[in-house]
């Protein structure tokens, strides 16, 4: 038990490695003018001191969701460690619309930083603009904007590593066999998006050969949509062999759904998902496997990040380095992306290690 203990935690420990190779998403587009204020222009000073009562504000994609609560919670947390100031901010559903008024609102309450989950790379882009134009820095994370119109973003993983492990999971347990679909979150999301298409992309090789992906649907983050697209799926797609559910809220509603009815033992189920959302399915045995990384790590590793850029320590720019408290030193990859880490994976052996 204790060695199962040990292993577990030196697991999730490596998740606070730097990967490298990931990927973001850089064919997005955006109509809106760059911001004068370009980050090449300055210089990076990686020994400038982390200045006193910075203000931070995490917008995440919504406030009701307990993943992104756990991340802004985390990051507000670590404000206090370099005495610095941060707040969440958010609506209640996960719409790009809903994100604008409150990046408008804290572009004029004058924040040192802003921190956004976007719910749409572009939409954000314009207020993102007006806010970089004003000196305020953008850091995304999670779900990014698109890169013109932040100065970095915090990926929790690999996109890619993300994409292609959920496929290989899945075909894992379904024995490279029939029928799969996505349950995702909202169309616009660009994280699940990016994810999406490296599972799309993993399904092209000859292993998956007789895998089929039949349907994407999509809960919008919202749970009792998530439970009656998974039902609609079950039901449209009699031969349904798995879903892959990239998405907290999803996976949960799925599992729900799923574990009273017929459909238990006979579909499988996985995805991204919380160990303590996730536990009774797991010990139902609704729910084999499914992944994540530590949300705290990701608030955390943001609300340095922020403070680093507002510092003057780092710009923006591929190769500069910063200290992320007690998670080390990072280093800024291509297209501004810092990695957080590898994902995880979470079954009955290990599931009980973990609390978040
Ligand atoms: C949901 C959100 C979030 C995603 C996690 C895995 O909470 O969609 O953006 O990163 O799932």
């Not at 990931?22 to 990076?44: C, W």
């Not at 009562?53 to 990051?75: C, M, R, S, W």
């Not at 029928?179 to 292993?207: G, R, V, Y």
């Amino acid at each position: 038990m204790r060695s199962m203990r040990l292993a577990a935690l030196t697991a999730l420990l490596a998740l606070g490695v730097t990967a490298c190779g990931g990927t973001t998403k850089s064919d997005v587009t955006s109509a809106t003018p760059q911001a004068p204020a370009s980050s090449a222009a300055a210089k990076a000073d990686p020994n400038a001191p982390l200045k006193p009562g910075i203000k931070l504000a995490f917008l995440p994609k919504q406030i009701n969701n307990p993943y992104e609560t756990i991340v802004d919670k985390a990051g507000i947390e670590a404000a206090q460690e370099f005495q610095g100031e941060a707040k969440e901010v958010g609506p209640s559903d996960a719409s790009a619309s809903s994100q604008i008024s409150y990046i408008n609102t804290l572009t004029q309450q004058g924040h040192d930083a802003i921190l956004i989950a976007a719910n749409d790379a572009n939409a954000v882009c314009g207020p993102l603009q007006q806010a970089r134009a004003k000196g305020i820095k953008i850091v995304s994370y999670d779900s990014d904007a698109a890169p013109e119109c932040r100065d970095i973003f915090i990926n929790q993983a690999s996109s890619e590593e993300v994409g292609r492990s959920q496929v290989q999971l899945l075909a894992e347990m379904v024995g490279h066999k029939g029928e799969i679909a996505i349950l995702s979150a909202t169309a616009n999301a660009t994280n699940q998006n990016t994810w999406i298409e490296f599972m799309k992309d993993e399904l092209t090789k000859p292993e998956y050969k007789d895998m089929k992906l039949v349907k994407v649907a999509y809960g919008d983050d919202d749970d009792q949509k998530s439970f009656t697209e998974t039902q609609g799926l079950l039901q449209a797609y009699p031969d349904l062999k798995g879903i892959i559910s990239p998405t907290t809220v999803g996976v949960s509603a799925a599992a729900r759904y799923i574990s009273g009815s017929k459909y238990k033992g006979e579909v499988v189920l996985t995805g991204l998902g919380t160990p303590n959302q996730m536990r009774q399915f797991v010990k139902d045995s609704t729910v084999e496997k499914f992944a994540l990384w530590n949300p705290k790590d990701l608030g955390y590793l943001a609300s340095y990040a922020a403070a680093a850029l507002v510092s003057g320590q780092i710009t923006g720019a591929e190769g500069e380095t910063f200290k992320a408290g007690k998670l080390g030193e990072r280093t800024i990859g291509a297209d501004g992306e810092i990695i957080l880490g590898p994902p995880f994976t979470f079954d009955k052996t290990n599931i009980d290690e973990f609390d978040f």
